[in-house]
Each structure stands twice: as C-alpha cells, then as structure tokens.
T-cell receptor, first 112, second 117 residues
Framework: KQEVTQIPAALSVPEGENLVLNCSFTDSAIYNLQWFRQDPGKGLTSLLLIQSSQREQTSGRLNASLDKSSGRSTLYIAASQPGDSATYLCAVEMDSSYKLIFGSGTRLLVRP | GAVVSQHPSRVICKSGTSVKIECRSLDFQATTMFWYRQFPKQSLMLMATSNEGSKATYEQGVEKDKFLINHASLTLSTLTVTSAHPEDSSFYIC?????????????FGQGTRLTVV
C-alpha cells in the first residue's frame, strides 16, 4: 500500500529565504507526482506536475524534482514571500486511474 | 487552467438531515470526478470515484448508502450526505480531470465545509 510522507509538518521562515519541502513515497511505481497549495479553508491549487519519466519541473520561483528510485520529491521555493504562506501537499498517482494519494502536508509560514 | 466549481462553500445542517454538494466542471468535460474529505490539519482522503453514467466506486471503509454519489452528466457530480451526524462534519472537496487531456494535472473545487449540529 502506497504511503506518502511529508517533512517537515510545519515550517516558519523569514521572508526572502529559499526553502525546500520534502515528500517521500514507499512504492516507487508511480504514474506521476503533483504538488498542490492549499490556503486555509480553501480547495487545492495545482502547482507542478511531474510525470514518472521526468526529473523536474519549474514554474516561476518553484522547482519540483523527482527521484523515483529513491521514492523522493522536493519542492524548492526561491526567495519566499509572505504570500507563499499556505499548506503544501504532494500527491502521487499510481496508474492512469487518476486516483491521488496525498501526503499530510507541510504548513508554511513566511514571516515579513 | 480548467475550473471546477463546488457549491455550497459552507453548510450547517441539523443532525439527521441530508445535504447535497455539487461539483461542476465549467470549461471541460469530466468523465471521472473524485470526492475527498479532509479533517482539520489532516490530508485529503479519497472517498469515492464518480464515473459519468455509472455507479460510483467507493474506497474501503466509506459507506455508500450514507454518501450517495450521482454523476448524471459530463460536467456535474453530486455528493449527498444522508442522515448526517456530527461526526460527518468535515471539509469535502471534489476533483475532476479533463477527459481530452490525460496528462494534465487534477483540478479541485473550492471545497465545502459541512457542520452538523
């Protein structure tokens, strides 16, 4: 059974810092991996999707990497801003069924 | 990006009543939609997969008679929480995929905060 773990559970950094969020999964036979952002009481916003054949994806200040063999993904946020404060979730898709298995998230606070 | 609309955003109901939550894909057709629930400070747990024109597939431990799912069209799926109890209070989120674009990311609704009193 696939299990997705995110470390740390919570993170507080001063504005401007570069930071890394970690996601690990137990079964490396994934179809793809996706990072989401969730603001309090809101739904999810897709940030980046990495296909199983890809190593990384970039969007603006965000960079996500994927190492399938080791069961790890990282989300790198450059020059963090207070507006980046949210919960970040990673999720893996095991096959083309579209079902996602989520990690428990990292709650990020960027202090002005 | 694709838009998924979920309604209502908040609902408070009395114990024993039923509540219907709608999930619509606004600018694409969704053969499959998913319903998740999320407890405070926890992650999303998949409840069921909703397939247009057929019965939903429920995850282990989810009562299909309590959480009724209907996917009558390619743009609408509904989740009805029947005979709601306080323990059903949670955040419910739907997700949809664009049937024409198999590789794109999942799009989520804004969620529904259900409080059963």
């Amino acid at each position: 059974k696939q299990e997705v773990t995110q470390i740390p559970a919570a993170l507080s950094v001063p504005e401007g810092e570069n930071l890394v969020l970690n996601c690990s999964f137990t079964d490396s036979a994934i179809y793809n991996l996706q990072w989401f952002r969730q603001d309090p009481g809101k739904g999810l916003t897709s940030l980046l999707l990495i296909q199983s054949s890809q190593r990384e994806q970039t969007s603006g200040r965000l960079n996500a990497s994927l190492d399938k063999s080791s069961g790890r993904s990282t989300l790198y946020i450059a020059a963090s801003q207070p507006g980046d404060s949210a919960t970040y979730l990673c999720a893996v898709e095991m096959d083309s069924s579209y079902k996602l298995i989520f990690g428990s998230g990292t709650r990020l606070l960027v202090r002005p | 990006g694709a838009v998924v609309s979920q309604h209502p955003s908040r609902v408070i109901c009395k114990s024993g009543t039923s509540v219907k939550i709608e999930c619509r894909s606004l600018d694409f057709q969704a053969t499959t939609m998913f319903w998740y629930r999320q407890f405070p400070k926890q992650s999303l747990m998949l409840m069921a997969t909703s397939n247009e024109g057929s019965k939903a597939t429920y995850e282990q431990g989810v009562e299909k008679d309590k959480f009724l799912i209907n996917h009558a069209s390619l743009t609408l799926s509904t989740l009805t929480v029947t005979s709601a109890h306080p323990e059903d209070s949670s955040f419910y989120i739907c997700s949809a995929r664009d049937r024409e674009r198999h590789a794109v990311e999942a799009f989520f609704g804004q969620g529904t905060r259900l409080t059963v009193v």
